[in-house]
T-cell receptor, first 115, second 114 residues
Framework: EAQVTQNPRYLITVTGKKLTVTCSQN?????MSWYRQDPGLGLRQIYY???????DKGDVPEGYKVSRKEKRNFPLILESPSPNQTSLYFC??????????????FGPGTRLLVL | QKEVEQNSGPLSVPEGAIASLNCTYSDRGSQSFFWYRQYSGKSPELIMFIYSNGDKEDGRFTAQLNKASQYVSLLIRDSQPSDSATYLCAVNWRDTGTASKLTFGTGTRLQVTL
């Protein structure tokens, strides 16, 4: 089954404790992206990757890191989480990043609470 | 900053009626437009995309695009209680180089009443 998976689905942590949220897709997609969703602010892009070893900042990259060592995986790293990073996070992928962008497929989401 | 505007709602329509959801965008160069549906606590799922001016129909859903007015809408005919969700409008535009970006509106919450 074609899908985007994320782990963990729910996470409660404390300020400053490094964490990683994994994202994996099995559709051989080149383009992957991370979003956060907050009430009243909608989906905002954190980072994206056009292909292996190619990543770039989205609209709200502060406090986050990413890497793309393999085509299928795109982990999101919070080196020192803070309470303002409490949010619902989605990973998404699409075939390419062409201008008439193909459909983005979303993972199930990771709900993060930073105390 | 590219902007996509939607009325947050809730938009309440009776079962069987037509629901009309609207979206405006700021980037006149935007070329592709998407409607996603998101149930509470779930991930967005694509309903329709549209590239050309005019109407595009898929079952009970019709997307309408007017690039001159920078306006895109989604009509849902014969609304069902299962259509109750938040509908996200997304607009694609070219970023630096060859990358394109997708900007989402904050969504319109639709409630279909019995």
């Amino acid at each position: 089954e074609a899908q985007v998976t994320q782990n963990p689905r729910y996470l409660i942590t404390v300020t400053g404790k490094k964490l990683t949220v994994t994202c994996s897709q099995n559709m051989n997609h080149e383009y992957m992206s991370w979003y956060r969703q907050d009430p009243g602010l909608g989906l905002r892009q954190i980072y994206y990757s056009m292909n292996v070893e190619v990543t770039d900042k989205g609209d709200v990259p502060e406090g986050y890191k990413v890497s793309r060592k393999e085509k299928r995986n795109f982990p999101l790293i919070l080196e020192s989480p803070s309470p303002n990073q409490t949010s619902l996070y989605f990973c998404a992928s699409s075939l390419t990043s062409g201008y008439l962008q193909e459909t983005q497929y979303f993972g199930p989401g990771t709900r993060l609470l930073v105390l | 900053q590219k902007e996509v505007e939607q009325n947050s709602g809730p938009l309440s329509v009776p079962e069987g009626a037509i629901a009309s959801l609207n979206c405006t965008y700021s980037d006149r160069g935007s070329q592709s437009f998407f409607w996603y549906r998101q149930y509470s606590g779930k991930s967005p799922e694509l309903i329709m995309f549209i590239y050309s001016n005019g109407d595009k129909e898929d079952g009970r859903f019709t997307a309408q695009l007017n690039k001159a007015s920078q306006y895109v809408s989604l009509l849902i005919r014969d609304s069902q209680p299962s259509d109750s969700a938040t509908y996200l409008c997304a607009v694609n535009w070219r970023d630096t180089g060859t990358a394109s970006k997708l900007t989402f509106g904050t969504g319109t919450r639709l409630q279909v009443t019995l």
